[in-house]
Every structure is written in structure tokens, then in C-alpha cells.
């Protein structure tokens, strides 16, 4: 076991941040040559022209989840170590249409409206500052929902632990899943490709 | 901690270890920045170009002037005794930087106005000043005298602004006679930045866009070697060195005035100098930023930084 | 200032008009290409650092951080903002994810500049003014704050990160989010064509 390397004390507190930053450089850099600065090309996911959105988060996902597979089954990376945010489940499902509420109104998300300000969008720039706005409202909202917000809590938990599966199984599952959803997208673009 | 309260703990001794704060860097940056202006206005006197109609040297020794204000400014908000200004003036000491400076940044302000005269706006061109701003921009030799005195000044200012840290020995961090070039090529490729921003001659704005490549990339080697430099020094130094390197200041020097002030301009320029990106004015605006940032993480570690 | 001619191209100004070839804004990557690098920079994060992207995140300290600029007494009587307050010796600024979306910023600009595509513009459908879009964007950056503050988490911090190593909570707000924007899109169909 070597990795996560910070976990393992190879750097302190302020190189991760210039480590951050360089993350941040090839994020972003990707993020852009998806086409994820243009809130027309970001929404189109969800009118069914362009599954952009669908084809890159789904590759991203399933590149990351095989590496970090692999990486851990080499015993080069200890996945205890790897950070998970906590369960919640009714918060979540809230939070996600909400969110989702959000992008398809405002045309992004936090991530993709950064890039899309660092390309020139000045509607980018307003989603930003009303992720701040937002922000804001919720700090003022949260101790009204507190209750809300904390329900439903199962803590940290993988879908292989919650549901007791073998963690190779599940890996297979989505791989799966992500490749018919490729196929079925393909099919899906050229139905809706005439309404564009 | 506690060698520091039993030895140190004395108004005598230490009587303020952070004495600097936004005023110092602000100003050190619109030296530079003015500096680097004269060396490019000189440049272009010198070359003759100032008779092209589109030179920015229109314009350049006016906003020098407007900066050098601005710096003045920062720096008498800065003194403690603010009537007492005056006396830097009854005095030249050849060894404060302090009293240089003084006499310096006095002469800058006429060797930019007369810099200006030479390509006056017409309708300022009347009475006695426009005959004098003919009579300049018709004589080679006076030319030749402005565009030498605006480089050698501009070069003094550039590296006085470095000069002023350096020669303050009891902060490590400052300790190393690099730091007047150091400040000198920052504000040299921040002074080149903003005329590639300006500029609205093609040929103009590549010139100085090219120029701000290697005043960058000569930072940056510069840059390396004070570092090199300090860490092959003593302990205190060493110390110094580990604040940028691991301590609380490393963030903000790698990524604002490595990352976001010369590593990525200078990939970008040079894309855009061999036409394969767009000039874009992000990327001076970084540059600038750049060299406004380094002199933050200079001022405060430096203040930070002391002999073990 | 300098006068330029083409209002629309102040960012990027173009080298001259005899470099049009140059101009044209180059198309985007195969989204399975795009989405190997972006899968490549996840796992990289998860092994050099042990945790993944975000984005929320850094706003949520961003906004802290101006809050308590200006009311400092208020950002410390709002937990939520109190918590990155906590440690008066460090900003709230000296954050990962802060330092992660100021790369984000720089990423996006180097991949758009390459491609020709800095532009000074706002993103709409032909049958919405520009103000009505504006209102729009900055309702939904509103909404998606508080979505995002509800669920600890964003399309990225969330969605992906958590997606990639198959976290429970992630998934089920992965599905939300497809399932709350589907739902919504019809309504909102005049913003966008």
C-alpha cells in the first residue's frame, strides 16, 4: 500500500493545495473539451438531441471506478482511505431535484459554470453568483429544516456493503449498464436529431 | 515558542515583526510596473518608432505618470511621521536605499513628462509646451536623450524596488541580492503585459508579447536560482526557503505566481505569438496579477521569515 | 481603450482579419475521449490525494469567506457558514476545493483558448431575451446551491466522485438529478429552443 499519497504523509497540507490546483487545471481542461461551457450543449442532455452530458459523466465514471479498482486489487491503493461523503437518503433525493431543478433552469452545474465563465458566458457568471446567493439562503434556511436535513442517515456506505454484494459483481454491473446506456443513447440521439 | 518569549518578547528588540501591509507590496508592484514602462518607452524612442502614427508611446509615459501616483500615494500612506516627508528631500544618503528610492521615483516624474511631450496629443500641441513638443520630436539628439534617460531610470526604479528588501539583513527571505533583478524582470514582463494588452498596432502588440515571453522565462529561471540560492545558504535561510517550500506561503507562490503568473501565460503566449491560439487579454491581466501577487508573498514572508 | 471592431470578440481579439481561417472555434472532443481524461484526472485525485473532485465546495467557502468581510458576526451565527470560520489563524479561502476550482477556472481557459473558443456571450435559445436568460441563470445557480448544500454534494463532488466508487448516497442522487431535470425540462423548454 503507497496510495492515496497524501493519506500516507508524502506531502503536508499546503502542497496539496498546488496539488488541487493542478487537478483542478486537467479537470477544467476536460470539462471544456466536452463542450461543458455551453449551457446549449449542457441542456440538450435533457431534451434528447446531444447525451453529451450522459456519454462523458458515464465514461468518467466507470474509467475512475476501474482504475481504482484494479489499483486496489494490486494492493497499490488502500480504498479505506479514500474519503466518502456520508448517506442521507431522503436529503439527497431532495437535494438531487432540486439540483437537477436547477440545471436545467439555470443551464449549469457549480463545476461546469466556472469553466463556462473562464470561456467569456456572462449567464455562467450569473449562475455563479447565484450559487453564492443560494448559499446564503440555505445558511439562513438550515436551522428551520434541521430535522430535514439529518433524517435518513446510514452513514458511510458503498452499494456493495449496503446491499451485501461482491464488490467485483457490482464493478461488472455498471460497466455493463454504462455500455448499453452508450449503445441506447446512440439510438436515442438519432430519433430526437430532427427536432434539434 | 518559549525561546521566543524569553529572548524576544521586547518592545526593544522586535518592536513590531509585521510592521508592512498592503501599501508596501501595492507599491513595490507600481515601481516595478513604472519601471518597466520607462524601459519600454526608452526602447522604442531609441528605435525610432515613436514616428510610427499607431506607437502606444502616445500614451504609455502618461499612464506611468498616473501609476507613479498611485504608488506615491500608497507609499506616504504608509510612513508614520506623514509631515515629515519633506525631509527626504534635505538629504541624500549613498548608502539607504530609502534615500535613493526618494531621489528616484523625484526624477522619474519629469523624465516621464518629457517622454510624453515627444508624442503630445494635438490639441495640446499649442502656445510654448507644443513649440517645445515639436522642437523634441524634431531633434535626434534630444530623442536620444530621452529614450537613454527613461531606460537607465527605468532600470534604476526596477531595481531599487528589489534593492529596498534586500538590503534589510534581518529578514532571511530577503537576504540575497537577486531580488533587484528578481523585481526588476517582474515588473519589466507585468510593464510588457500591459502594453500587449493596449496596444492596437498587430505589429506592436507581438513585439511585446514576444518580449514578455522572455522577461517571463528569465523570471522564472531567476526565480529558481534565488530559490537554489537560499536553500544552499544557512539554517535561517534554509528556513526562509521552507516557507514557499511546505511553510504557510507555498500555496499562494506556486499556484499565484508560478501557476497562474508565468508557467500559464508563457505557454499561452507562445501558442498565441506562433498563431496557434488568439491573443486573448486574460492573459496579460494574469501576468500582471502574476507580479502584483509576487510582491505580496515577498512583503509578508519575508516579514515572516527571521534568524534562527 | 483600444476601439476593436467586432463587439463580440473583446476577449479574444482577433490577429487580423487576413487570419480568419484562425478564428473559427474548433469542435468538441469525442465525448468518450473527454470522459477518459476526466475519469483519468478523478482517479488521480483519488490516489495522489485519497479524495475526489468538487465544486460546490469551494463556492460554499467563497461564500463564507465574503460574508464574513462584510458581516462577520452574522457568518459566525450561521453554522453553516461558521464552519469554515472555525480556525481564525487560516482564511476560509485556504481551502482544497478552492484551490481545485481556481484550477478548474485556469483549465477551462488554456482548453478554450487552444480551441478558439473564448467568446464574451451569454447561452439561450432564440425565443428568450437575455435579461429573462440572466434572471434565469442565477435562479437555477440559486436553487443548485441549496440542492447541492441538502445533499453534501454537486454533479461533481457527488455524482461523479461518489458515482466512481460506487458510494450508495451518490447514486441515488446521481438518479435524482436526471430524474428532477427530465422532470422540469418541458417546463422550461422556451429558455432553451
Redesign the interface.
Known sequence: MMAPFFKFGLFGDEASLVVAFVIGIGFGFFLERAGFASARKLVSQFYLNDLAVFKVMFTAIVTAMLGVTYLSWMGVLDLSQVYLVPTFVVPQIVGGLVLGAGFVIGGYCPGTSAVSIATGKLDGLLFALGLLGGTLAFAELLPHIQGFFSMTSIGTTTIPVYFNLPYGLVVFAVVLMALGGFYGAGLIERAFAKRA | MTELVLTRHNAMIDPLLHAWGWEIPVYLFLGGLIGGTMMITGYILLKGRHRENSCVCSVLPLVGLALLSVGMLALFLDLEHKLYVWRLYTTFQFSSPMSWGAWILLLVYPALAVAWLVRLPAFLRVGQVGRLADALAESPRAIWAIGYVNLALGGMLGIYTGVLLSSLGSRPFWNSALLGVLFLLSGLSAAAAFVHMIAWDRTERELLARADNIFISLELVTLMLFLTGLLTSGASHQAAAALVLGGPFTAVFWVGVVGLGLVIPLVLQSLAVTHRTLHSAIVPVMVIAGSLVLRFVFVYAGQYSHWL | ???RTDTAD???????DD?AA??EAAP??N??L???????????????????????G???A??AW??NLVAPGYAHS????ADYLSDPTTSPL?D??V???????????????????????????PRVTTGV?????????????????????????????????????????????????????YF??G???
Open positions: 481603450m483600444t476601439v473583446v476577449l479574444a481579439a482577433p490577429v487580423a487570419h484562425v478564428r468538441y472532443t465525448p468518450y473527454a470522459g477518459i481524461g476526466l475519469g483519468l484526472v478523478l482517479l488521480a485525485a483519488f490516489v495522489i490525494m485519497g479524495r475526489g473532485l468538487g465544486a460546490s469551494a463556492f460554499k467563497f461564500t465574503a460574508t450561521r453554522t453553516f457558514l485556504n482544497w476545493l484551490f481545485e476550482v481556481v484550477g478548474v477556472f485556469a483549465g477551462g481557459l488554456i482548453s478554450a483558448l487552444l480551441a478558439r473558443r473564448v467568446r464574451l456571450g451569454v447561452e439561450k435559445g436568460r440572466l434572471l434565469l441563470a442565477f435562479g437555477g445557480g440559486a436553487l443548485s446551491a441549496v440542492g447541492a448544500a441538502i445533499a453534501r454534494g454537486c454533479t461533481s463532488g457527488q455524482a461523479l466522485t461518489g458515482g466512481a466508487l460506487l458510494n450508495l448516497g451518490s447514486w441515488i442522487f446521481m438518479l435524482s438529478v436526471f430524474a428532477g431535470a427530465y422532470g422540469l425540462a422550461v423548454r429558455e432553451w429552443r
